[in-house]
C-alpha cells in the first residue's frame, strides 16, 4: 500500500525532471531562433533576461541579410554537394565490407575486424595533418575530392553495419542460394532491403558528421566557391558590420537541412536502435 502511494509522487518527479532537462535542451535553439527574429543590437542586450525568449519586433530582415552578405546559397550548395555525395558513397563502400565482415569466414577476418574497431578510436584530427601535405601534393587543394574522400570510408559505419548484418537471420539468404542466386543478388536483393534502418542510422550520422565538419574544410580549403557552410558561418562572423542577429540567422539557415534529414528518416533511425541496441 505504501509503495502504490509512493508511486504517483515518483512518476511526477521524474516528469519534472524530464521538463527540466528538455528546457535545458530546447533553451539554447528558442534563443536561436528568436535571436534571428530580432533587430541585432536587442539580441546581446536582452540576453541576460527572459526577454531573450521573446521576439520583440519580429522580422525576416536577419534571414535577407545572411542570404545576400553572407553568400549563403553557395555555402549551401557546396554543404550539399559534399554531404550528399560523402553520404552515397559512404553507404556503397561501408556497408558491402560490414556485411563482409558478418558473413564470410575467411583468413585474417579477426584481424581486420579489430582494426576496425582499433580506428573507430582514432580521432581525425590525428591524420588531418599527414593528410593534408599527401592532398596538396595531389593537387586536390580547393576541391570538392578532396573534401569528400577522407570522409567515404568510415571504420564506425563499418562496425554498426557489421553489428546490424551479424542480427539478421540468415534463412531468407540460405534460401536465395539454393535457388541460385549469386552473394551480389544476395546482398543487393535480400540484406540491404532488411537492412533500411542501418542504411538510414548511418545515413543520418554521415551527413551530420560531414555537413559539420570545420577543421578539414579549413586546412584544405582557401577558395569560397567551394567553401562549405560551417567554414561559412566561421568567416561571416568575424566579417563587419557584425551582426548577431544576421549571425543567428544564418546559422538557423544552416540547421535547417540536417533537422529536415533526421525529421524525414528518424522511425528508421529509432528501429535502427533499437535492433542493435545502441547505447546513447
Keep these: 500500500m505504501i509503495r502504490s502511494q509512493h508511486r504517483p509522487r515518483r512518476r511526477v518527479l ?16 528558442l534563443f536561436m531562433i528568436v535571436g534571428a527574429l530580432k533587430p541585432g543590437n536587442r539580441v546581446l542586450t536582452e540576453s541576460a533576461s527572459w526577454k531573450a525568449f521573446v521576439p520583440t519586433s519580429p ?14 546559397l553557395l555555402l549551401l550548395r557546396n554543404s550539399l554537394i559534399v554531404s550528399s555525395i560523402t553520404v552515397v558513397l559512404g553507404l556503397v563502400v561501408n556497408s558491402p565490407f560490414g ?27 590525428a591524420v588531418a595533418i599527414p ?20 570522409f567515404v570510408a568510415n571504420p ?22 539454393i535457388d541460385g ?12 532491403p532488411l537492412a533500411r534502418p542501418a542504411f538510414a542510422t548511418v545515413g ?4 551530420l558528421a560531414s555537413w559539420g565538419e570545420l577543421l578539414w574544410p579549413a586546412l584544405i580549403t582557401d577558395d569560397i566557391n567551394v567553401r562549405t557552410l560551417p567554414l561559412g ?7 563587419p558590420p557584425i551582426d548577431q542577429g544576421v549571425i543567428l540567422a544564418f546559422v538557423l539557415l544552416a540547421a535547417l537541412p540536417t533537422l529536415a534529414l533526421f525529421v524525414a528518416l528518424q522511425r528508421h533511425f529509432i528501429a535502427s536502435v533499437a535492433r542493435s541496441g545502441i547505447k546513447g
Design 14 to 29: 521524474t516528469y519534472a525532471g524530464l521538463c527540466v532537462a528538455a528546457l535545458a535542451f530546447l533553451g539554447p535553439l
Design 59 to 72: 522580422s525576416t530582415h536577419n534571414f535577407q541579410q545572411a542570404v545576400d552578405r553572407g553568400s549563403f
Design 99 to 125: 556485411y563482409a565482415l558478418a558473413r564470410f569466414r575467411f583468413r585474417g577476418r579477426r584481424a581486420l575486424l579489430m582494426a576496425v574497431i582499433a580506428l573507430t578510436i582514432v580521432p581525425f584530427q
Design 131 to 150: 593528410l593534408l601535405y599527401l592532398m596538396s601534393g595531389w593537387g586536390w587543394r580547393n576541391t570538392f575530392t578532396a573534401l569528400i574522400v577522407p
Design 156 to 177: 564506425f559505419f563499418i562496425y554498426l553495419f557489421y553489428s546490424f548484418f551479424l542480427n539478421l537471420p540468415r534463412e531468407l539468404e540460405e534460401a536465395a542460394r
Design 181 to 192: 542466386a549469386r552473394q551480389g543478388r544476395i546482398f543487393i536483393s535480400i540484406a540491404v
Design 204 to 207: 543520418i550520422l554521415a551527413f
Design 233 to 239: 558561418i566561421s568567416v561571416f562572423r568575424s566579417v
